[in-house]
């Protein structure tokens, strides 16, 4: 069955950077886009990233763009999140998540991993 | 970009109640358009998407309508399992905007 386990969340200061990892199991990695959303705590869903499933095309939010990287190892079907001069207001759950379909950018978000907790803190 | 907007921002509805959310975006979307559940404490799922079709196992007295720029979701029968928070997602291009949500509880 489709896994997506995401890690690396953690406490860091204000303007540190923090790098997520999203493990994926149970499906053709390569095959599909993969999207970050966030979500604050006690507040609603924020999209924050998209790669498509060979890494050549990226779409970021405006909220993150020039802070967060998006990029993903197929090798080793891992999708990653780079965040850098984090702030108070990137404080949030990240969440994984994989299309419906393969090869495909406007689809809904069929699969969502666990999330990991990212707190942005002096 | 286009905005997503939700109304109700909350409701509160009796078991039984048909309850109504509406979506609407800045410019059309055509069908575009998903809905997501999130249960206190869990992850969100998904509950629609193309504006109608039900994903597979959500009961069916959930539906969808709409297409371009309104839309609704409406419960036909309210349960209790389906206290939650509410989503719509556009999802034709990015960015992948959410609305802000619709949080439903039980009178």
């Known amino acids: 069955q489709v896994q997506l386990v995401e890690s690396g969340g953690g406490v860091v200061q204000p303007g540190r950077s923090l790098r997520l990892s999203c493990a994926a199991s149970g499906f053709i990695f390569s095959d599909y886009f993969i999207h970050w959303v966030r979500q604050a705590p006690g507040k609603g869903l924020e999209w924050v990233a998209v790669i498509s499933h060979d890494g050549s095309n990226k779409y970021h939010a405006d909220s993150v763009e020039g802070r967060f990287t998006i990029s993903r190892d197929n090798s080793k079907n891992t999708l990653f999140l780079q965040m850098n001069s984090l702030t108070t207001e990137d404080t949030a759950i990240y969440y994984c998540?994989?299309?419906?379909?393969?090869?495909?950018?406007?689809?809904?978000?069929?699969?969502w991993g666990q999330g990991t907790l990212v707190t942005v803190s002096s | 970009d286009i905005q997503m907007t939700q109304s109700p921002s909350s409701l509160s509805a009796f078991v039984g109640d048909r309850v109504t959310i509406t979506c609407r975006a800045s410019q059309g979307i055509s069908n575009y358009l998903a809905w997501y559940q999130q249960k206190p404490g869990k992850v969100p799922s998904l509950l629609i998407y193309?504006?109608?079709t039900l994903h597979s196992g959500v009961p069916s007295r959930f539906s969808g309508s709409g297409s371009g720029t309104d839309f609704t979701l409406t419960i036909s029968s309210l349960q209790p399992e389906d206290v939650a928070t509410y989503y719509c997602?556009?999802?034709?291009?990015?960015?992948?905007?959410f609305g802000p949500g619709t949080k439903v509880d039980i009178k």
């Open positions: 997602q556009k999802y034709n291009s990015a960015p992948f905007t």
């Open positions: 193309a504006a109608s």
């Open positions: 998540t994989r299309p419906s379909l393969e090869k495909r950018l406007s689809n809904e978000l069929k699969y």
